[in-house]
C-alpha cells in the first residue's frame, strides 16, 4: 500500500539522446534505511503496465530495455519509492515517442582534407540508422574574417566537399544532422563545434 509518509520521486523526466533512452528522478531523502526505486511502463498499444529491468533498484536512473527500442511506439513510464514494506504514490510521465523526443547529437568530424580551393570532409553519423531514414547533413561554413557570412551546403553523403573556397585562407564550419523519417517528420539535431582549417597555397 502507498504510505503518505514516503515522499514519492521529483524531477521524473526521460533523458534521451541519439535514441538511447533512460527515466531519470531525484534521490527521495529519508532519515534513515536505504530507499529503493521501482519502475514500470506501458506502451500505446497495450495500456497495462509491464516492469521493466529496474525492480527495487538503489539508482536514480533507468536504461530503456532493448524491447522498447522502437523509435515509433508512444511509451509512458511511472516510478515509486520504496522502503521496506512501505512505497510512495506512482509517478507517471507525459507519453514519450523516441522519434519525436529524443536529442539528436553532432556527427563526429573524422577527417578533414585541405586543398587550395576547398576542403574535403569526412564525418560518421551520431547513431545508426534504421530502414527508412534518410539523414542530411546541413553544412555551415565561413571565411574566418571579420564579416562572417555564412553559406550552406545540404548533403546526404558522409563525404563532402566545400568547393571555391578561397586559397591560404582560414574557414570555419559546423555541421547539423537532419533526420527524415518515413513518417515525414524532421527532426532536427544539435549543431558541432565550429572547426577551422586554412587552405593551401595552389
Known sequence: ESSPHLPAPKDVMVYSYNFRSSLRWSPVKVDRGLVLYT???KTGAFNQWDEMNCTRITQTECSFPWSLKERRWTVVLRVRAEL???????????????ERNTTIGPPKVNSVTESSDSLLISV???FGSEAGDFLQYHVSYWENTTSTTKKVIKTSSTLFKIKSLKEWTLYCFEIQVELMTHSDLHLFGL??????YRTKIS
Open 39 to 41: 519502475v514500470h511502463f
Open 84 to 98: 521496506g514494506q512501505v512505497t510512495s504514490d506512482w509517478v507517471e510521465t507525459d507519453p514519450f515517442v523516441a
Open 124 to 126: 560518421t553519423p551520431p
Open 191 to 196: 549543431q558541432s563545434i565550429p572547426e577551422c
